[in-house]
């Protein structure tokens, strides 16, 4: 069946779009979307992506041209997703599935509700915020304030993210909770130094693969990028570290 360009750029620049919402480099995303475009019949494919839009030109047998752009304003971390989306063009690619089959799915995959429910992803949380204590030599007790404490954060993180509030909201109120629980046990329990508390409680909340996806894009050559996802890392960790030195301030008085 011939596929038209409209349906090929539809299907391409939504491939496109779920990726960057999720969280892949700008690398990833340009290269599936154009085996996507390729694999669909188009002759030449050309992407621009940057951490805020998807724009694509896809150019048909025929010789027509079509560019379509989609602005991104909502981004996270999903690798699976991602990984999704990429086995799906490689599917295409070797013709295993046909464009109505593939688009339905790039659906599904985009209406896939967004990560773990609270319980897994407070416990994955207090797990992180555990191990971390543990790499700086905090004891059985520490770490277990640790956790508490990084479960913790990640419930309040929740509660902020569904208010839909100002960007970097919950890091700051992250960082904020997790000094304060940490002062908090370090009072009840003197022999507990706070300092490992606090390190464990903000680990869910430091921006890992972001710092990870901007050092991938700058190597690959896509600065813009690279640049906007590194800034975004920094105010993420300007943030968190903003709510911890607020609340150590205000409890050194």
Request: aromatic share 6%; proline share 2%.
């Amino acid at each position: 069946m011939q596929i038209l360009l409209e349906q090929i750029v539809d299907i391409t620049i939504l491939a496109g779009d779920i990726m960057l919402k999720n969280g892949a480099e700008t690398s990833r995303v340009e290269e599936t979307m154009f085996h996507i475009a390729r694999s669909l019949g188009a002759v030449k494919v050309e992407s621009f992506v940057i951490p805020t839009g998807v724009f694509v030109t896809v150019t048909d047998t025929t010789g027509r041209t079509s560019t379509i752009m989609r602005r991104v304003h909502d981004r996270t971390i999903n690798l699976d997703r991602i990984a999704k989306v990429n086995e799906l063009s490689w599917r295409l690619t070797d013709r295993r599935i046909d464009y109505q089959q593939a688009y339905a799915h790039l659906e599904r995959i985009a209406r896939e509700r967004t990560g773990f429910s609270l319980v897994p992803s407070m416990l994955a949380s207090g797990i992180v915020g555990g191990a971390a204590a543990i790499l700086l030599n905090a004891g059985v007790a520490e770490s277990l304030a640790a956790f508490t404490t990084a479960l913790i954060v990640r419930y309040i993180a929740h509660v902020i993210s569904r208010l839909h509030g100002v960007k970097f909201t919950f890091e700051f109120f992250g960082g904020m909770t997790a000094a304060l629980v940490g002062m908090l046990f370090n009072h009840m329990w003197p022999e507990l130094r706070p300092d490992n508390v606090v390190v464990g409680g903000i680990m869910p909340l430091v921006p890992g693969v972001a710092i990870t996806n901007a050092i991938r894009d700058v190597i690959a050559g896509d600065l813009l990028s690279g640049l906007s996802r590194g800034l975004e890392a920094a105010l993420t960790a300007v943030a968190v570290s903003m709510g911890v030195v607020i609340i150590l301030a205000v409890s050194a008085y």
